[in-house]
C-alpha cells in the first residue's frame, strides 16, 4: 500500500546574495517514516528546515505541508500549521530561567489550552518519563548536562504531540553514550508517537540507526536517495566518504 507524503518539497531554491545554498531541492517525507537528509557542513541541511517551518523564505519552488503550500501561507495559518510540527534545534533552545516542568508545561499551556491543571502534570510527567529524566522536574537548565538538556527539549517539542518531527542536527556536540541515547529516543518518538520525521545530519551512525530512508545532498542538490543498504553498497566517491 502506497504511503502519502506528509511534506512535499518541489524545485526549492534559497540563496543568500550571490551564493546559493539550496539550487533544486526536491524530496518527500512520508507518513511515518525517518527520512534523513545527509549533507557535510555548508550544504543547506539546516536551511531547508528552517524553509519547511518558514523560518526563512525561500526563493522559488513550493513546499506542502500535509496539503498546505507553506511558502504562501499568512502568519496566522503558518502558526496553526506549525502546531502539528515538533522542532528540535541543534542548541536545544531550552528557557534558562524556567525550571524543567515549567518549560514543559509551556507550549502545552500555548497550545492545547483546554487541559486541565491534572492533565498537565500527567503529560509533564509522562513525557519525563519517556526521555527518562522523570527526577528532573525542578531543577534548572544549568544543573543538567549538555545531553540531559537536549532530551528534555525532545520531551518538550513531544509534550504537544506533533505529528510531524524535524530534527536539526540532533547529536552534535554529545559523547558517544549520549548520542546513542538519542538516537535511541528518535526511533522510540517515531514508534510511540507515530511521528513523521525529517532528521538534518552529518553523523553517519546516526543516520544508519535511525533512517527508514536517506537523501544526501551535495551542491545544494539531491545527490542520492535511498535505503541505508543503498549507501552502504554504493561506490560513489562522496557517498563511500561518508559511509567509510
Known amino acids: 500500500m502506497k504511503t502519502e507524503p506528509v511534506i512535499e518539497i518541489d524545485h526549492l531554491k534559497k540563496s543568500f546574495g550571490t551564493q546559493e545554498i539550496l539550487k533544486d531541492v526536491t524530496l518527500k517525507l ?4 525517518n527520512l534523513v537528509v545527509l549533507a557535510k557542513s555548508g550544504n543547506g541541511k539546516s536551511v531547508l528546515i528552517k524553509c519547511i517551518v518558514g523560518l526563512l523564505k525561500t526563493d ?3 513546499i506542502r505541508v500535509f496539503g498546505k503550500d507553506v511558502t504562501s501561507l499568512e502568519t496566522k495559518e503558518l502558526g496553526e500549521l506549525r502546531n502539528w510540527q515538533g ?5 536545544g533552545a531550552l528557557y534558562d530561567s524556567m525550571t524543567v516542568k515549567e518549560n514543559l508545561e509551556f507550549p502545552l499551556r500555548r497550545i ?12 509533564v510527567e509522562e513525557v519525563l518519563s519517556n526521555v527518562g529524566l522523570a527526577e528532573t522536574l525542578d531543577k534548572m537548565p544549568s544543573q543538567l548536562s549538555g545531553g540531559m538538556r537536549k532530551r528534555i527539549s525532545l520531551a518538550r517539542t513531544i509534550i504537544v504531540d506533533p505529528q510531524i518531527m524535524l530534527y536539526d542536527e540532533p547529536t552534535t556536540g554529545l559523547d ?9 529516543l528518535i526511533n ?11 532528521i538534518i545530519t552529518h ?16 551542491e545544494g542538490q539531491v545527490h542520492k536517495e535511498g535505503n541505508v543498504e543503498d549507501f552502504v553498497k554504493s561506490d560513489d566517491p562522496l557517498i563511500r566518504s561518508f559511509f567509510l
Open 112 to 123: 492545547k489550552r483546554d487541559l486541565s491543571e491534572v492533565q498537565i502534570r500527567e503529560k
Open 176 to 184: 558517544p553514550v549520549t548520542s546513542d541515547e538519542i538516537i535511541s
Open 60 to 62: 522559488s519552488g513550493t
Open 87 to 91: 522542532f528540535l534545534f541543534q542548541s
Open 188 to 198: 522510540v518518538v517515531q514508534e510511540k508517537y507515530k511521528t513523521s520525521s525529517i
Open 30 to 33: 512520508l507518513k511515518g517514516e
Open 203 to 218: 553523523d553517519i551512525r546516526c543516520a544508519k540507526n535511525t533512517a527508514n530512508r536517506i537523501v544526501m545532498l551535495s
